[in-house]
């Protein structure tokens, strides 16, 4: 690590994955609150958070087992390629919860 090269393409590559884990840390519970509304968040976020630790520690045991079945990663890859895609469609197309406004928050338009 001593080239400038190195150094460089090191502290580039640590700020990129610093901002997404940054931005994926400060703006998803953001964006749950505005989606979902306060009152919700936290049973929001349980439901979310457990699920995710869920398939985190199931991902790399599937993708393992992929493995040993094919002999490469391409197929485990390509399975977790097209869940992402699928995930972000979902995310895409959802409709926002029905919200029954209270008497201390005005309805939002």
Known sequence: MNSPAKKESFTSSG????????????VLPIAWA??????S????????????????????VLSGA???????????????????????AAALFAAPPGRQPSAAQPPRF
């Open 66 to 88: 992929l493995r040993d079945a094919t002999g490469n990663y391409s197929l485990s890859l390509t399975t977790f390629a097209v869940l992402a895609f699928a995930g972000t």
């Open 41 to 60: 968040y936290g049973a929001i976020r349980g439901v979310a958070l457990t699920i995710q630790v869920t398939a985190q520690a199931a991902g790399p």
């Open 15 to 26: 700020g990129a994955f610093g901002l997404g884990i940054g931005g994926l840390l400060t």
């Open 34 to 39: 505005d989606y979902f509304g306060r009152q």
